[in-house]
Nanobody, 124 residues
Framework: QVQLTESGGGSVQAGGSMRLSCEVA????????MAWFRQGPGKRREAVAR???????IYVESVKGRFTFSRDNARNTLYLQMNNLKPEDTAIYYC??????????????????WGQGTQVTVSS
């Protein structure tokens, strides 16, 4: 059974950093398209970054230069390093997995498996 488990959320002041982890069971992070999404208070869920089997991570404009999406194949774990955090980054962050080797957009149709989410709160 595929399971995704996020951790590392919490509270931080603006300008601070935080690293989220996502442990994945029964689904190879090195083989399939993986992504991070987030949902802020009163907002729709939105994409943050995605990573295909091959190629560099793709980021949405609002996090470029501040967030880094990486994976540890040996641990089958994803990471989202978030620097220079802003209050507008406050959200529940979800990791998600596709059954496709590559995702060519952030369309949620690609993503089949979802974690339970971890709360990130950035105060000004």
């Amino acid at each position: 059974q595929v399971q995704l488990t996020e951790s590392g959320g919490g509270s931080v002041q603006a300008g601070g950093s935080m690293r989220l982890s996502c442990e994945v069971a029964e689904h190879s992070v090195s083989t399939y398209c993986m992504a991070w999404f987030r949902q802020g208070p009163g907002k729709r869920r939105e994409a943050v970054a995605r990573l295909n089997k091959v190629g560099p991570p793709i980021y949405v404009e609002s996090v470029k230069g501040r967030f880094t999406f990486s994976r540890d194949n040996a641990r089958n774990t994803l990471y989202l390093q978030m620097n220079n955090l802003k209050p507008e980054d406050t959200a529940i962050y979800y990791c998600t997995a596709s059954r496709a080797y590559a995702c060519y957009s952030f369309a949620e149709d690609y993503f089949v498996y979802w974690g339970q989410g971890t709360q990130v709160t950035v105060s000004s």
